[in-house]
């Protein structure tokens, strides 16, 4: 099993930087693919980056692609979600999740483990 706590939001302006992490439990975290999904305000989960398990392949949102970047560091068991050029429309829950199957995945309901969210607010 694994457990997931994530940091990092905040208020920030539009244009603006933020650096999520996601600290992970368990001495199995190097065998799970890692996701970010965020949740707008009335809006449904939706997906945003992805990170293999040994961090050789990422994949991004369009919405996002070329503004954020996902790392991951398996020596602290942690994955990161560095968001620059930040805008109004990226205020939302940041989540963290976890799955064991593949990196080619996008769907929030196929992660096993999720962690309890950050907020994000970019105002503008």
């Known amino acids: 099993q694994v457990q997931l706590v994530e940091s990092g939001g905040g208020l920030v302006q539009a244009g603006g930087s933020l650096r999520l992490s996601c600290a992970a439990s368990g001495r199995t975290f190097s065998s799970y693919n890692m996701g970010w999904f965020r949740q707008p305000p009335g809006k449904e989960r939706e997906f945003v980056a992805v990170i293999s398990s040994n961090g050789d392949y990422t994949s991004y949102a369009d919405s996002v692609k070329g503004r954020f970047t996902i790392s991951r560091d398996n020596a602290k068991n942690t994955v990161y979600l560095q968001m620059n050029s930040l805008k109004p429309e990226d205020t939302a829950v940041y989540y963290c999740?976890?799955?064991?199957?593949?990196?080619?995945?996008?769907?929030?309901?196929?992660?096993?483990?999720w962690g309890q969210g950050t907020q994000v607010t970019v105002s503008s």
């Open positions: 999740a976890a799955n064991p199957r593949s990196a080619y995945i996008a769907t929030p309901g196929r992660y096993d483990y």
